[in-house]
């Protein structure tokens, strides 16, 4: 079983539609958890990130981690076709933050 | 500032030669990491370096593949010899350590490795 599981989509929504995006984790020591987005062909860029539990909002964009849940979501609202693109969750460990462990990323098209 | 500088952004090659990837970090970051994405495993990381010191290569799959970083400015990711299943994107990124924020990694464009 993976330490991070994402559902790779693809994902296809029209234009302005709300998008939610999730990723389930098993080890319970993750603190830090992190939004990369992906163009095709591009390196990943980091969106947002949060620290333990809770909410975290940057514009469109929402972030929350349920850390009782082990569960974490990534809110997109009036989403644009610009917003097309792989979405990567990302979580590492308090004594090990730069050791990155990837969800498999899931796939967003927005239709115009 | 330029970013992180990925070189070269395609290579195949043929199974059994040495490839070599490099990699110019964002200049006064004093990390540097390696990863690999395939469509099976997604994003792995490889090996990262502080201070052009290597801190865990856990990552790197096999005795084929090897990481230097001679200097601050400049890392290299060698596979020898190279096999059909290495075929995949490495990704460099590179990250500047400051107390009490979080510590961003901003990634290279990518070299797409194909091994015939």
């Known amino acids: 079983q993976k330490e991070v599981e994402q559902d790779p989509g693809p994902l296809s929504v029209p234009e302005g539609a709300i998008v939610s995006l999730n990723c389930t984790y098993s080890n319970s020591a993750f603190q830090y958890f992190m939004w990369y987005r992906q163009y095709s062909r591009k390196g990943p860029e980091l969106l947002m990130y949060?620290?333990?539990?809770g909410n975290k909002e940057d514009g469109r964009f929402t972030a929350q981690v349920d850390k009782s849940s082990k569960y974490i979501s990534l809110f997109i609202r009036d989403s644009q076709p610009s917003d097309s693109a792989t979405y990567l969750c990302a979580m590492s460990k308090m004594d090990s933050s730069y050791k990155l462990i990837f969800g498999s990323g899931t796939r967003l098209l927005v239709r115009p | 500032d330029a970013g992180v500088i990925q070189s070269p952004r395609h290579e195949v090659t043929e199974m059994g030669q040495e490839v070599t990837l490099r990699c110019k970090p964002i200049?006064?970051?004093?990390?540097l990491f390696w990863y690999r994405q395939t469509m099976m495993r997604g994003l792995e990381l490889l090996i990262y370096f502080n201070n052009n010191v290597p801190i865990d290569d856990s990552g790197m799959p096999e005795d084929r593949f090897s990481a230097k970083m001679p200097n601050a400015s400049f890392s290299t990711l060698k596979i020898q010899p190279s096999e059909p299943r290495d075929s995949a994107v490495y990704f460099c990124a590179s990250s500047l350590a400051r107390a009490g924020v979080y510590n961003e990694q901003f990634f290279g464009p990518g070299t797409r490795l194909t091994v015939l």
């Open positions: 949060t620290y333990s539990s």
């Open positions: 200049s006064g970051h004093d990390y």
